[in-house]
């Protein structure tokens, strides 16, 4: 749906096929459209990735679909600079369970390249941004023992830079004695980075971290926000003055 300032409603359209379609994440593009992308029901009762193209007045203009014999999911989408568009999520293969999953299109929405980032044990992209040197950032999660820093089977933040071609520039790991899922990244005009997500002991309920980071991914400061139950990170935006406004849910007990 498009609304004026207002709240009023200027037109409003549904997109998918004929299964379960889930759009996750939506982004503005340069013409004044937008870039949806999200989870499709796919065969065998698979899931597929999908990335649409929405033009400023409602028109499907293209829809890409990311599918192999196993299962896909694509958590958010951006249009570069140049025009392109990049797409992160996950993919689950048979002997490497989830990897990160990061694809390359074209204006056109022909697809450039795709790339899958992990090892042993489960990593999922949730969030990504392109930064001032024109890398491409991605922040998600990853559960491979041989590199976290905790217990086993914990999760860490995971922080990849991948250049325009596809290629690991820089992957790091921040992590504790708890278990750490980054979902959101954010850049400061100062080509700093805000990454945030959920912290909590393995099997209890958590809270928001969030850390700054400089462009080596070296934590610059970090803040642990919560309510004592299980609260989860859904966004985080950068204001006019440099202030993070978050937006989380709480589940309270009663």
Do not use: H
């Not at 559960?143 to 217990?151: E, L």
């Not at 990170?233 to 989380?248: F, G, H, Q, T, V």
């Amino acid at each position: 749906s498009k609304t004026d300032g207002l709240g009023d409603v200027i037109w409003s359209y549904t997109y998918g096929r004929s299964n379960r379609d889930s759009a996750t994440s939506m982004s503005p593009t340069s013409d004044g459209g937008v870039i949806v992308c999200g989870i499709t029901e796919g065969s065998l009762n698979n899931e597929d990735g999908f990335v649409s193209k929405i033009s400023s007045s409602g028109t499907l203009q293209w829809s890409k679909t990311f599918k192999t014999d196993s299962s896909e999911q694509i958590f958010d989408v951006i249009q570069s600079y140049s025009g392109d568009y990049y797409a992160c999520g996950f993919v689950k293969t048979d002997s490497l369970d989830e990897n990160i999953l990061i694809c390359k299109l074209t204006g056109n929405g022909n697809v450039s390249w795709t790339r899958s980032f992990g090892g042993k044990g489960n990593e999922r992209g949730y969030s990504l941004l392109e930064d001032n040197t024109g890398r491409i950032i991605i922040a998600g999660n990853t559960q491979n023992d041989s590199v976290n820093i905790g217990p086993s089977g914990d999760s860490d933040f995971q922080l990849l830079a991948i250049s325009v071609a596809g290629g690991i520039l820089l992957s790091k790991n921040i992590g504790s004695g708890f278990s750490e899922t980054a979902t959101q990244i954010i850049k400061s005009q100062d080509n700093k980075f805000y990454v945030a997500g959920d912290i909590r002991p393995i099997g209890a309920s958590g809270e928001i971290l969030i850390c700054k980071l400089d462009t080596n991914f070296d934590v610059l400061n970090s803040e642990l926000l919560g309510t004592n139950s299980l609260d989860k990170l859904r966004d985080i935006k950068l204001s006019e003055n440099n202030s993070i406004i978050l937006a989380l849910s709480a589940i309270t007990p009663f």
